[in-house]
């Protein structure tokens, strides 16, 4: 299924560039760092946002709790850029592993969801949300979507593995 | 040094080979696995409460906030569980390793520092909120240098070990 890209993955694995990111296990182990740095802040600001539209710690009201949501962005940026140099890397692991793909379908979903929070007016209703308002159903929906796609993302993260055994096999 | 022999015990015992060598869903990966969604519990949420203490949504009331510490701890709970488990799977290769005792006691100084963010500006109310916050932000800081420190740390370990079981010493 993915022959297609057989070419320009194997052809990215033997550019300077990808050598660069897996030359040294320090930089490896400070890109899978930062990936769960990243990990922390963004699941940690979505997820209390989550919780809050589903109806914990009702009191916050919203719409400040909004303010968080460039945080998240940050986090996110983070491990874009980190998968993005890890994957620069090992072009060829990353294609051929499943886990990778399916966490990548997963972001993908999640990206719909968070789309359809601010496309469908969700944002402007959920900011009326004051202390101890209930959010409306959409929100909830939307809300329990994001943190189930949010736990998959962590759980098919984990599954891509074997990965540093690879790399401490290069120079250190 | 003589690394001692209780190690090979429990690596022996039946507990600690079934979590390395079984091909069971709940054996090593999904202890791993756990492991990671209690960091995203505990430091996503503390994370959070950091974030206003230094100015972030500074609208939102710290009262209701109060109730993150409860995923903060159940958080705590399952990083402690899995970490014991990750520890009998390979006991040697933690407990040679001079990081995994940086790692636990940057993890301590971090749970310390988040009883203190929770006593000082949380619970002891008879100080205006404005003097609780400007007392916190000293603190959140730290909470998240050593949060930082304890992932860090805990990255590291997949990367440093000298010994992967007893008896096999790696060559770096």
């Known amino acids: 299924m993915l022959g297609f890209v057989h070419p320009f993955v194997t052809w990215l694995a033997g550019t300077q560039f990808s050598k660069l990111m897996i030359g040294s296990k320090w930089w490896w182990a400070f890109l899978m760092d930062m990936h769960f740095i990243g990990l922390a802040l963004l699941i940690g600001t979505i997820g209390v946002f989550d919780l809050r539209l589903l109806g914990f710690a009702k009191q916050l009201p919203i719409a400040p709790l909004h303010r968080l949501m460039p945080w998240a962005i940050a986090g996110f940026s983070i491990n874009f850029v980190t998968v993005g140099l890890a994957f620069i890397g090992m072009p060829v692991f990353y294609t051929y592993d499943i886990a990778f793909w399916l966490k990548m379908c997963a972001i993908l979903l999640a990206g719909l969801n968070v789309a359809a929070f601010y496309f469908t007016g969700t944002l402007r209703r959920v900011e009326q949300v004051g202390a101890g308002e209930d959010a409306p159903l959409l929100a909830k929906f939307i809300a329990a979507t994001s943190l189930l796609l949010w736990f998959a993302v962590i759980i098919l993260g984990r599954y891509i593995q074997l990965f540093e055994d690879s790399i401490s096999s290069g120079s250190n | ?172």
């Open chain 2, 1 to 172: 040094m003589a690394v001692p022999e209780f190690l090979n015990t429990i690596e022996q015992s039946g507990l600690s080979t079934w979590i390395r060598e079984s091909d069971s869903l709940f054996a090593y990966y999904f202890i791993l696995l756990c492991h990671t969604l209690g960091l995203a519990l505990l430091v996503g949420a503390n994370t959070v409460v950091d974030l206003r203490l230094l100015g972030v949504a500074s609208e939102l009331p710290l009262k209701p906030l109060e109730r993150l510490f409860s995923i903060m701890w159940l958080g705590f709970g399952i990083n402690a569980t899995s970490g014991v488990f990750l520890l009998i799977a390979y006991p040697t290769k933690a407990l040679t390793n001079p990081i995994f005792y940086i790692k636990l006691s940057l993890i301590a100084l971090a749970v310390i520092t988040m009883q203190r963010i929770k006593n000082r500006v949380f619970v002891n109310v008879s100080l205006s909120e404005a003097t609780r916050v400007a007392r916190g932000k000293m603190m959140a800081k730290l909470s998240l240098g050593l949060w930082i420190g304890a992932i860090t740390a805990g990255r590291l370990l997949a990367y440093t070990y000298t010994y992967r079981l007893f008896g096999s010493r790696v060559a770096h």
